[in-house]
T-cell receptor, first 111, second 114 residues
Framework: AQRVTQPEKLLSVFKGAPVELKCNYSYSGSPELFWYVQYSRQRLQLLLRHISRESIKGFTADLNKGETSFHLKKPFAQEEDSAMYYCALLYSGAGSYQLTFGKGTKLSVIP | DSGVTQTPKHLITATGQRVTLRCSPRSGDLSVYWYQQSLDQGLQFLIQYYNGEERAKGNILERFSAQQFPDLHSELNLSSLELGDSALYFC?????????????FGPGTRLTVL
């Protein structure tokens, strides 16, 4: 079955330190991958998707099909990056699709 | 504020009961998605409606059903409730039927089954 794994429930880093939130997936086809973020007391929102290959709020994520990973990175963490981050996998087939989320990683940036 | 509204904010009910959760999408959005977020299962996609028609099903139980009305608001019906159905239920909306396009989430309805 298709699966998304975020191995860290909680990740704490100091302000200014690099951040890497890990996401591994299992899917044999061509997936679409996303990162969603939920800041405290705010709604879940899309952060970025791999097909757009853009940097949002300084975050980037590269799809590595060989390692089946889609890790989220930022060179210098900011306090406002503290939030819950979810990796999601979208795969289509037989006229429908499935959207699977990881269980999330809580990022805490220490001032 | 994404413009997606959900009512009620909180719902407390007993096992075996039936409840209805309501979602109003952003103006102009034709798709509505429903999600369940629980401590043990995480965030799970339940179902999508596009312009009144069911578009895709995820991990939705047979006890659960949804519909989208002509004014595009949607309702999620949960019946024969069990303790394990306690969760936060989100809806999201987007302009098109493509689930890969940006979805705008509502604040959620917190359901507690006692």
């Amino acid at each position: 079955a298709q699966r998304v794994t975020q191995p860290e429930k909680l990740l704490s880093v100091f302000k200014g330190a690099p951040v890497e939130l890990k996401c591994n997936y299992s899917y044999s086809g061509s997936p679409e991958l996303f990162w969603y973020v939920q800041y405290s007391r705010q709604r879940l929102q899309l952060l970025l998707r791999h097909i757009s290959r853009e940097s949002i709020k300084g975050f980037t994520a590269d799809l590595n099909k060989g390692e089946t990973s889609f890790h989220l990175k930022k060179p210098f963490a900011q306090e406002e990056d503290s939030a819950m981050y979810y990796c999601a996998l979208l795969y289509s087939g037989a006229g429908s699709y499935q959207l699977t989320f990881g269980k999330g990683t809580k990022l805490s940036v220490i001032p | 504020d994404s413009g997606v509204t959900q009512t009620p904010k909180h719902l407390i009910t007993a096992t075996g009961q039936r409840v209805t959760l309501r979602c109003s999408p952003r103006s102009g959005d034709l798709s509505v998605y429903w999600y369940q977020q629980s401590l043990d299962q995480g965030l799970q996609f339940l179902i999508q409606y596009y312009n009144g028609e069911e578009r895709a099903k995820g991990n939705i139980l047979e006890r659960f059903s949804a519909q989208q009305f002509p004014d595009l608001h949607s309702e999620l019906n949960l019946s024969s409730l069990e303790l394990g159905d306690s969760a936060l239920y989100f809806c999201a909306s987007s302009v098109s039927s493509d689930p890969g396009n940006e979805q705008f989430f509502g604040p959620g309805t917190r359901l507690t089954v006692l």
